[in-house]
Nanobody, 126 residues
């Protein structure tokens, strides 16, 4: 599975960005998808996940109410709509995929994921 993330950029505080991640190499509909982020010197942080079986979504407390994860199986893509961005959201954002049927609570654990994209940089600054 190859994952390609895009949509990052420079945005002012309070602004919005929409990240996209497209998958190839395997039936996208069979993959569970998540987003993570990382800043230099810090550990990778869970952001959001979408469980395909029941279309449940799961968010980190720091982004809940501001970010929305969605997916479009016809486009082999998962999206992360980010609103009300804050400087602390600045990071390299990664999409990741799991093969199988994980328990929802485990989808916040990066070690659970089988495939990773290359990351797209989001910078929130005035």
């Amino acid at each position: 599975v190859q994952l390609q993330a895009s949509g990052g950029g420079l945005v002012q505080p309070g602004g919005s960005l929409r990240l996209s991640c497209t998958a190839s190499g395997r039936a996208f509909s069979s993959l569970e998808m998540g987003w993570f982020r990382q800043t230099p010197g810090k550990e990778r942080e869970f952001v959001a996940a979408f469980r395909r079986s029941n279309r449940a979504t799961y968010y980190a407390a720091s982004v809940k109410g501001r970010f929305t994860i969605s997916r479009d199986n016809a486009k082999n893509a998962v999206f992360l709509q980010m609103n009300a961005l804050k400087p602390e959201d600045t990071a390299l954002y990664y999409c990741a995929a799991i093969e199988g049927n994980p328990i929802m609570s485990t989808m916040k654990d990066g070690n659970r994921y089988d495939y990773w994209g290359q990351g797209t940089q989001v910078t929130v600054s005035s």
